[in-house]
């Protein structure tokens, strides 16, 4: 009896060890450092440790123009990735899925930009963008358009629209500016592949006998869309959007690539809120600053996250 | 009843305009997405003085193949290449071995506080990595690590995806496969490394490729925790290559070019294992 309480235990001890390299890793390296973070946030942390500062960082940045700036370019750049990215894969996938001849190369296609280093494809986007010597401008001057600045152009794209037609307008209104949506136009090429492949596994997910059942009650085309596939796509629809949004908060690598990370881009236009902690971090070596302003970043995600999850997150039909 | 000739099983496929409608659509984007691969390619072979035309040439008028040659001689390559290999080899490793060992624990065994811990290690999954750069500079730099191999792979060498992914594998051995191993004097470890391992190639080989393309793809963790330039990885050479001040894309493009050229080979020759990867990433995970 004794005895076989005493092999339980150490049965039960050993499957520590077998938690234990993980666990170690993510204690020291994830978990310490996220309140090492706030604890380094409290202070005027230089390169060494300084005077401690309590929340001077927090309050510091929030009256920090620059960082609300950085908000509203992660916050255009979220809103133009997100909805663009979904409306696309979902259209590609849902074509996709019911050609017959060609899927697997369109799909080879399709998905190859997503496993292509971001530096290296920026990069050569960045080319394609150029404002002197860019194939895009070329391309603009069949379509009878002037060319454009792209990735140095810092006035809003609603702005240069607007402009175009000879309507003025305020500067709340102007939008994003043309180099950050340039941006957006890379992030959704070099990232629709992977949503598509989710969309397509998702849609093969889908029993065929549903759609059988609503032809026979005489459903058509229209209405196996609208009353079938959307509903049981709604937890991949969910997938992709919270992937995207978390993926769309903390982009950095194109913005750092395609745009001059020390300024922030065209008037700062690009400076995004991970350049922003960034630059206050590797430029500027704020090391308390930037580790308060990530503690915000991370408030507001976390709660972006909830939110999804509250408000979407029962609206998503599971089988 | 007399049975019906049974229909023809086979669809036929008639061309209708919608269909050709739909490929052609589908064939517009395809070019969309391979135009920049395209574009990268041939401003590669072209001299500076072409790639600053415009109008642009589609076709190089001469080909220049010694740009490449010039790109790699630009900066240390070969030693990025090998920077690179050999911390996304390393990563995937320790990755597999930490992650199957947590996953077995927590599909196979009993014991106090394992949901509570379980729901820690999917905790930090929310932790973005903006939070911890700095903190973990620190630590790094405390350590005596910073500029080190040891930086860019230790601080990766766990990843609770992989736990999830290989746990809900391990679920799916069935229990009495177990029972009936430890019958034979099979022992625990032996169980995970002879039996539940070689079961669960698909899950492995997803993790694999989910963890070296993240790390042959990473530039903002190597960049804050490596300064000199022999411990440079891939994307933070290319990156400091393309910041040079002189403007030569044609340089840059056969560095781009040269950059993504063994990832994108991988992805051809095993696309399905790429791609079933990420579908089940999305639809298990």
Not at chain 1, 39 to 53: A, E, M
Not at chain 1, 164 to 185: K, T
Request: hydrophobic share 55%; aromatic share 16%.
């Amino acid at each position: 009896m004794l005895s076989a309480v005493r092999t339980r235990l150490a049965r039960q001890g050993t499957s520590y060890l077998y938690l234990l390299p993980a666990f170690a890793v993510l204690l020291a390296f994830h978990f310490l450092p996220l309140l090492y973070a706030f604890y380094v946030s409290l202070f005027n942390w230089r390169i060494r440790q300084g005077p401690f500062l309590g929340l001077q960082n927090y309050a510091d940045i929030l009256t920090d123009p620059d960082f609300w700036d950085s908000l509203k370019v992660t916050f255009y750049f979220a809103a133009g990735v997100i909805p663009t990215t979904l409306v696309l894969s979902f259209l590609i996938a849902y074509a996709l899925f019911r050609v017959t001849r060609g899927r697997a190369v369109y799909r080879l296609v399709y998905f190859l930009p997503y496993v292509t280093a971001t530096v290296a494809v920026a990069l050569v986007w960045r080319w394609i963008f150029h404002a002197q010597y860019g194939v895009l401008n070329w391309m603009l001057g069949f379509a009878g358009l002037p060319p454009q600045q792209w990735l140095l152009e810092p006035r809003g794209v609603v702005e240069l629209a607007l402009g175009a037609a000879g309507v003025a307008v305020p500067e709340w209104a102007a939008g994003p500016s043309l180099a950050l949506v340039s941006i957006i136009i890379f992030t959704v090429w070099h990232g629709l592949g992977f949503a598509i492949v989710v969309m397509l596994a998702g849609l093969s997910n889908i029993p065929s006998e549903l759609y059988d059942a609503a032809k026979v009650d005489g459903a058509g085309e229209w209405s196996l869309l609208r009353h079938v596939t959307i509903p049981m796509m709604s937890p991949t629809l969910f997938f992709v959007s919270v992937v995207s949004t978390i993926g769309a908060f903390q982009s950095f690598n194109s913005i750092y690539v395609m745009t001059d990370p020390a300024h922030g881009g065209p008037l700062g236009t690009t400076r995004n809120a991970t350049m922003y902690i960034f630059l206050n971090f590797f430029e500027f070596t704020k090391l308390g600053y930037a580790s308060a302003a990530a503690f915000i970043l991370f408030l507001i995600i976390m709660g972006l996250t909830l939110f999804q999850m509250r408000v979407l997150g029962p609206r998503v039909h599971y089988q | 009843m007399a049975t019906q000739p049974a229909a023809p099983s086979r669809p036929t496929l008639r061309i209708t305009p919608r269909r050709v409608l739909v490929h052609v659509l589908l064939s517009a984007g395809a070019l969309l997405m391979l135009f920049p691969f395209y574009w990268m390619v041939s401003t590669s072979f072209k001299s500076l003085e072409e790639a600053s035309q415009f109008p642009p040439t589609l076709w190089p008028s001469h080909w220049l193949p010694q740009n490449y040659v010039e790109a790699w001689n630009n900066a240390p390559f070969g030693r990025y290449l090998v920077n690179t290999l050999f911390v996304a080899v390393a990563q995937t490793i320790s990755v597999i071995i930490t992650g199957a060992l947590a996953a077995y624990a927590f599909a196979r065994m009993e014991f106090p506080g394992k949901n509570a811990i379980f729901l820690a290690f999917l905790g930090t999954m929310m932790i973005p990595l903006e939070v911890i750069l700095v903190p973990n500079f620190i630590i790094l730099k405390q350590l005596g690590w910073y500029n080190s191999y040891f930086a860019l792979i230790v601080p990766w060498s766990a990843n609770v995806f992989s736990i999830f992914l290989l746990r809900q594998f391990f679920l799916s051995i069935p229990r009495e496969l177990y029972d009936a191993a430890e019958m034979d004097g099979c022992s625990r470890f032996g169980f995970l490394w002879r039996i539940a391992l070689p079961m669960s190639k698909p899950a492995l080989v997803t993790v694999s490729l989910l963890v070296f393309l993240g790390a042959w793809n990473s530039l903002l963790w190597p960049l804050i925790v490596t300064g000199s330039e022999d411990m440079r990885v891939l994307q933070v050479g290319l990156s400091a290559f393309q910041s040079d001040a002189r403007v030569q894309y044609h340089l840059w493009m056969a560095a781009a070019t040269f950059t993504l050229l063994p990832v994108v080979g991988l992805y051809l020759f095993a696309q399905r294992y790429f791609i079933e990867s990420v579908a089940g990433s999305g639809v298990k995970g």
